[in-house]
C-alpha cells in the first residue's frame, strides 16, 4: 500500500509539473491565440484532473480517500469557517492598510458595486474549484496523510507542488498587465514570490480538508478566495502604495499570508486536540 502511494505520487507530481510546459510548447506551435485564455493554458489546466482519474481508475488509488462526502450535518460549522477566513482576513488587511496609508479604497465609490462582481464571479469559481480541490486536496494532501508524514512536510509538499504548477502560468499564460497590477517585479520573482505565498495557503487548505474530512470547505473557501480579493486589485478597487505591495497586498503580502498560516495552525490545533487520547495535543 505504502509503495504503491509513493509511485502514483511521483507520477502524479511529474505529470502535473510538466503539463504547464506541454501547453507552452503546445501554444508555440498555435498562432493567433487570445492573451491569458489559449489551447495550452487548457491543456495546463486539465492534465491534473485527468491524471488524477487515470490513477484513481487504473493504478489502484479507488475513490474513498477523495473527500467527495460532505458531511454537511457533522461539520456544518467548517462550512461556516470556510465562507468567512478569506472575507475577514481581508478586511483585516484593509483596514490595517487604510490606517496605515498604504491602501487606497475610494475605488469602491468610483466602480461598480463590489457585491454584484463578488457573486457573479461566485458560482463559476465554485464550479472550477470543484476540479482544483479533487486534484489538490482530495487526492495530493488525501496521498500524504496516508503517508504519515509530520504536518509540516505535508504543507511543504503540497504547497510546493500546488505552487510549482502554476510556474508556466506566471511565467507564460499570465498577461502582464494583470501581474504588474499584483505585484510590479520580473516574471521569476512574481512566480517565486507566488509559490512562497501557496505554501503559506497551504497549511489553512490542508487543515481545512483534515478537520472536515471533506473537500466541499475547501472549495468554498478557495471560491470566496478567488471571486474575492482578485478582483479587488485587478479591478482596482482598491490600489497599494507603490514599494508596499509584498507587506499589505491582499493577494500577495506578508501581513495577509502570516493571517493564513495562523488560521490554519488555530484549525490544526482544534484537530489534533479532538483526535488525541483525552484531549492531549500530539506533535507531529
Sequence with gaps: MIFKTKRNLIIFS?????????????????????EGD???????LV??????LLLRLFAGDGWKDAGFHPRLKSKLKWYVVALFIFPMVTAIVLLAGSLAGWIDLSGFRAK?????????LLFGQFIKNIF????????????????????WLIYGIAGFIWGAWHIPY???FLPASDMYSILPVDKVTFAAIAIVNMMCWS????ELFRVAGSIWPCIIMHS????????????????????????????????????????GLIIRKIRVRKSSPAGLDLIV
Design 14 to 34: 511529474f505529470v502535473v509539473l510538466a503539463s504547464g510546459w506541454g501547453g507552452v510548447l503546445l501554444d508555440g506551435l498555435l498562432k493567433e491565440q487570445t
Design 38 to 44: 489559449t489551447l495550452g493554458m487548457g491543456v495546463w
Design 47 to 52: 492534465i491534473p484532473l485527468v491524471t488524477v
Design 112 to 120: 461598480p458595486s463590489f457585491s454584484g462582481v463578488f457573486l457573479g
Design 132 to 151: 482544483e480541490e479533487a486534484v489538490w486536496r482530495g487526492y495530493l494532501t488525501s496521498k500524504l496523510v496516508q503517508l504519515q508524514l509530520k504536518d
Design 170 to 172: 506566471y511565467l507564460v
Design 203 to 206: 497549511i489553512l487548505f490542508v
Design 224 to 263: 470566496v478566495e478567488d471571486a474575492l480579493i482578485n478582483p479587488l486589485v485587478i479591478d482596482g478597487y482598491i490600489a497599494v502604495a507603490a514599494g508596499k505591495e509584498w507587506i499589505i497586498s491582499p493577494i500577495a503580502g506578508m501581513l495577509a499570508s502570516l493571517l493564513y498560516v495562523g488560521a
